[in-house]
């Protein structure tokens, strides 16, 4: 379990970089390391558990050897005390409190191996605690870098992409598309500029075919004209204080050729 451990932490920290260029995706790989470490976690409860549990029943049996090494060594005494009053003779006194202390020592021997083991397992106890209670730190720990590498991920996965985007910009391919459009563009405007020289020239000739078929204004226009041209006169009349007649009459003949042509 702790080489496992230790191969995963050089792994994540050895291998980082190789890891973002040799996977698709390394996040999900991290994941499954956690994971990986989840499941040894859960298994190495399940050991413990088990191991607790073989102690719990040699803790047992050696107390119950004990009482039975008790016990033994009581009915020992017993039968000699039986042989003192008489109620048994001592040789059978002495042949069944053997046996007894023989089944006494049987149980000694048992209670001195029962508490060897029992030693073992929870000294094995105490160091799978130990560790388990490392392996849970190291999984807490992992969590949180994980979700750190995740974002730390995503953003390099956006960075990557944008910065792709805008060096693809400068490709040839590009540059010339955008060259392509430009030229279009130039086309599409001087295409419009041609068109509005040819309105002007349709403008100009017109002008030219009115003024050569002779056009001039209606009727009315040159009777607002000559009315205002006659105010004008009039106005100029009366304000042309001293000047002789002849001279009035010389003005109003030049206007009225004015007006005439």
């Given at each position: 379990?702790?080489?496992?451990?230790?191969?995963?932490?050089?792994?994540?920290?050895?291998?980082?970089?190789?890891?973002?260029?040799?996977?698709?995706?390394?996040?999900?790989?991290?994941?499954?390391?956690?994971r990986?470490?989840?499941?040894?976690?859960?298994?190495?409860?399940?050991?413990?558990?088990?191991?607790?549990?073989?102690?719990?029943?040699?803790?047992?049996?050696?107390?119950?050897?004990?009482?039975?090494?008790?016990?033994?060594?009581?009915?020992?005494?017993?039968?000699?005390?039986?042989?003192?009053?008489?109620?048994?003779?001592?040789?059978?006194?002495?042949?069944?409190?053997?046996?007894?202390?023989?089944?006494?020592?049987?149980?000694?021997?048992?209670?001195?191996?029962?508490?060897?083991?029992?030693?073992?397992?929870?000294?094995?106890?105490?160091?799978?605690?130990?560790?388990?209670?490392?392996?849970?730190?190291?999984?807490?720990?992992?969590?949180?870098?994980?979700?750190?590498?995740?974002?730390?991920?995503?953003?390099a996965?956006?960075?990557?992409?944008?910065?792709?985007?805008?060096?693809?910009i400068?490709?040839?391919?590009?540059?010339?598309?955008?060259?392509?459009?430009?030229?279009?563009?130039?086309?599409?405007e001087?295409?419009?500029?041609?068109?509005?020289?040819?309105?002007?020239?349709e403008?100009?000739?017109?002008?030219?075919?009115?003024?050569?078929?002779?056009?001039t204004?209606s009727?009315?226009?040159?009777?607002?004209?000559?009315?205002?041209?006659?105010?004008?006169?009039?106005?100029?009349?009366?304000?042309?204080?001293?000047?002789?007649?002849?001279?009035?009459?010389?003005?109003?003949?030049?206007?009225?050729?004015?007006?005439?042509?």
């Amino acid at each position: 379990m702790a080489s496992l451990i230790q191969r995963f932490f050089k792994f994540i920290q050895s291998n980082a970089h190789a890891l973002l260029s040799k996977f698709e995706d390394p996040v999900k790989l991290a994941e499954q390391s956690v994971r990986d470490l989840k499941q040894n976690y859960d298994e190495s409860l399940k050991g413990l558990a088990e191991i607790k549990a073989i102690a719990i029943t040699t803790r047992r049996n050696l107390e119950d050897r004990k009482q039975i090494a008790a016990d033994y060594e009581r009915k020992a005494l017993m039968l000699l005390q039986n042989a003192q009053s008489g109620k048994i003779s001592q040789e059978e006194a002495d042949r069944l409190a053997s046996e007894a202390l023989n089944k006494k020592n049987n149980a000694i021997k048992e209670i001195t191996k029962l508490s060897a083991d029992l030693q073992m397992y929870e000294a094995n106890t105490q160091k799978m605690e130990s560790k388990i209670a490392d392996l849970k730190t190291q999984i807490n720990h992992w969590e949180s870098e994980l979700t750190t590498m995740k974002a730390r991920y995503k953003i390099a996965k956006s960075t990557k992409k944008i910065n792709q985007q805008l060096s693809s910009i400068g490709s040839e391919s590009t540059t010339a598309m955008l060259e392509d459009m430009k030229t279009k563009i130039q086309e599409e405007e001087a295409l419009a500029s041609a068109y509005d020289e040819m309105t002007y020239l349709e403008s100009d000739i017109d002008k030219e075919i009115d003024k050569a078929i002779g056009t001039t204004y209606s009727d009315d226009v040159q009777g607002a004209l000559a009315e205002l041209k006659m105010k004008m006169l009039t106005d100029k009349t009366s304000s042309s204080n001293g000047e002789s007649t002849d001279a009035g009459k010389d003005s109003t003949a030049d206007l009225k050729k004015e007006l005439d042509n």
